[in-house]
């Protein structure tokens, strides 16, 4: 595969986003150490939502400290190492408080999984000062790592993106970014 462009790493990201369900969410808790979870995800544009439970750890970490990072991945086997492709998100997370928001997260969280349909898991969401013990999370990318083996194996890219998360704005190659090649 030729190296792609810009717009064609920033499909590619949306693409990944839209078909992979489960992510490593990490956050910062009181003593500045990462924790980590597996959630499910789901994307709108560039930003995705998270649903979780407001007893849970990440819910007080991400009120706290709305730094977090999460990384998705599309991986298969060994054999297929040479189709793996993923990314690695330095994000802002965003407790939704708007019940038109926490809508729209729920419709694109069933619109992109199906299997949503025949559960009650979103029948409960309100707004937080509802009470409500579900929440969502929408969390905006900041910069973010893209590996692309299916171009090279250890094709790697650093991704910047627009302020508010809607678009990737540059794409520089990782080895310069971190100083083992030079441009």
Do not use: C
Not at 22 to 31: C, G, P, S, Y
């Amino acid at each position: 595969m030729k190296e792609p462009s810009l717009r064609e790493v920033s499909r590619s990201v949306a693409d990944l986003l839209r078909k992979e369900e489960i992510a490593t969410l990490a956050t910062i808790d009181d003593d500045g150490s990462p924790s980590a979870s597996t959630m499910h995800i789901a994307s709108d544009g560039l930003s995705v939502y998270m649903h979780t439970f407001t007893y849970n750890r990440k819910y007080t970490e991400m009120l706290k400290d709305p730094r977090v990072s999460y990384t998705v991945a599309h991986l298969s086997s060994y054999e297929e190492r040479f189709q793996v492709y993923s990314l690695q998100v330095k994000g802002r997370a965003t407790l939704l408080t708007d019940a038109a928001e926490i809508g729209r997260a729920v419709q694109v969280s069933t619109e992109q999984f199906p299997w949503l349909a025949d559960t009650s898991m979103y029948d409960n969401v309100k707004t937080p000062e509802d009470h409500s013990q579900q929440v969502f999370f929408r969390i905006d990318p900041i910069s973010a790592l893209w590996a692309d083996n299916r171009v090279r194996l250890l094709w790697r890219m650093i991704l910047d993106f627009a302020p508010d998360g809607s678009g990737v704005t540059a794409m520089r190659p990782y080895d310069v970014v971190v100083g083992r090649r030079t441009a």
